[in-house]
């Protein structure tokens, strides 16, 4: 089941999923938190098929952002300067991989907590991984440090706005609610989680070579009289810009700091005319201010122009950028495809609607329980693929039900789904990236689990102590 094992563990949770609808009705809490049960609505093999293509229409943003990190890395990874950027990165990082694996997963958890986008950090995913394979270091150590602090950040998410958005809205939060007790989230989930990666280093001390798994720089990279007369600081230069752009356009400064600054300026360059044309305006097109950037089609079209940016220092031609724009988008195929089956499970059950009754059938007694508080998150986390929806499904249950423990509740189902998306097979980050590197699922279980168990066991005494104490 090695090959392609995620794709057929996914099609086999859809297909049960699916059979699922068959034997329990589904159900939703109205405005006022009270379950309404719907009767049994079946699904079929029409249902399923038109499931599997409305999550590529649903997630066609996520879908686009995806094939542009295939194509951008696709040339990148032919241009002298890319190439000579790992290969001075991995001289700097070589014997001091764990103080970079920390340093890592610290400033991509950092962003992922103030930010309103997790998947924007797959642009830097490819560079990060190709630098810890380069060290000698396994697939495992290089695919965590590339996309642990996602879970770190969605663990502990501070100012962020990612997947509290709905559940902040409906009871009323503002986003310094609990500060103390999310920034205790994050330091644990960072300690832990470098910990065990640490260790598991230190238990493969001997150098690797797991280079051929490199989607975009399999081959030796040693070209060391055509490097020299390489200039590196542009493509730095232009990686750098992408990286200030990027923070810049997803941390939601109005939001969550009360900084208006971006906006005023947005708005100085649409009242700037001259004889009735905004030009600048006009110029930049269609976009948002830095703060408001809320889907993927930003970062894909800043990643597109730094990738032509840096083709055009290097004298890339029309015709190579295009072939290799190509043959990088082929090499992220799988990917895509991972997932798109992953949003099928939450097409389908928010079709359904059955794991809600399953939901309400543990907590549904009003009766407030860290421990079926918390196999109610592990079935949100598995179900609804993306924390926001949890507020959708849940926020007027816990306003009515939990209200005095509001801010726990939320917490821990926050903390828990952050912690279980590094575990699950129906967890997007988790899937995409074992995809990408021909990991198997099973081999990352046996990496990851011993993180999650003790994340777990973390988040149940944080919760307990802010509830009983």
């Not at 094992?5 to 329990?24: A, E, H």
Request: hydrophobic letters at 50%; a positive charge; one cysteine or more.
């Amino acid at each position: 089941m090695k090959k392609n094992d995620k794709i057929k563990i996914l099609l086999s949770i859809i297909i049960i999923t699916m059979i699922v609808t068959w034997f329990l009705a589904g159900g939703a809490y109205n405005d006022t938190g009270d379950f309404t049960k719907a009767a049994i609505t079946r699904g079929g093999i029409f249902d399923l098929i038109l499931a599997i293509m409305y999550s590529f229409y649903y997630k066609i943003h996520n879908v686009f952002f995806i094939f542009t990190i295939g194509g951008a890395y696709g040339v990148l990874s032919q241009t002298k300067s890319y190439r000579k950027l790992v290969d001075k990165t991995v001289e700097l990082v070589k014997g001091k991989e764990p103080m970079f694996f920390a340093l890592t997963t610290f400033l991509t958890a950092l962003f992922v907590s103030l930010s309103s986008e997790v998947l924007v950090v797959f642009m830097f995913v490819p560079f990060i991984v190709s630098v810890f394979l380069r060290c000698g270091k396994d697939r495992l150590t290089a695919l965590s440090a590339a996309i642990g602090g996602i879970f770190i950040g969605i663990i502990g998410i501070t100012f962020g706005t990612y997947g509290v958005e709905n559940m902040n809205k409906t009871l009323e939060f503002s986003y310094t609610n609990g500060i103390g007790f999310k920034v205790a989230f994050f330091i644990v989930a960072y300690v832990l989680y470098n910990l065990f990666a640490i260790l598991h280093m230190n238990k493969y001390q001997k150098a690797l070579d797991e280079t051929e798994y490199d989607p975009f720089l399999p081959e030796e990279l040693d070209e060391k009289g055509k490097k020299r007369k390489t200039k590196l600081w542009p493509t730095i230069t232009m990686f750098v810009l992408l990286a200030i752009v990027t923070v810049l356009g997803y941390i939601n400064w109005e939001t969550s700091f009360g900084i208006e600054l971006f906006n005023n300026i947005e708005k100085g360059f649409e009242e700037f005319s001259i004889k009735g044309i905004s030009i600048f305006y006009n110029i930049a097109g269609s976009t948002s201010a830095f703060g408001n950037w809320k889907d993927l089609m930003g970062a894909s079209a800043i990643l597109i122009i730094t990738t032509i940016i840096i083709s055009f220092i290097n004298k890339i031609s029309l015709d190579d950028f295009l072939d290799n724009f190509c043959e990088g988008i082929k090499k992220v195929v799988k990917v895509v495809i991972t997932f798109g089956l992953v949003y099928t499970v939450f097409v389908i059950v928010s079709w359904y609607g059955w794991p809600t009754t399953l939901i309400n059938s543990i907590i549904g007694s009003g009766k407030f329980n860290i421990f079926t508080l918390l196999l109610a998150a592990i079935i949100v986390s598995f179900y609804y693929i993306e924390n926001n929806y949890a507020g959708y499904v849940l926020g007027s249950f816990i306003k009515k039900s939990f209200a005095t423990k509001s801010l726990a509740t939320t917490l821990m189902l926050n903390s828990s789904f952050g912690t279980l998306a590094a575990i699950l097979p129906t967890s997007f980050i988790t899937m995409m990236g074992l995809t990408a590197l021909d990991i198997s699922y099973k081999s990352w279980l046996s990496y990851i689990w011993k993180f999650v168990v003790s994340m777990l066991i973390a988040i149940l005494i944080i919760i307990s102590i802010m509830v009983y104490m």
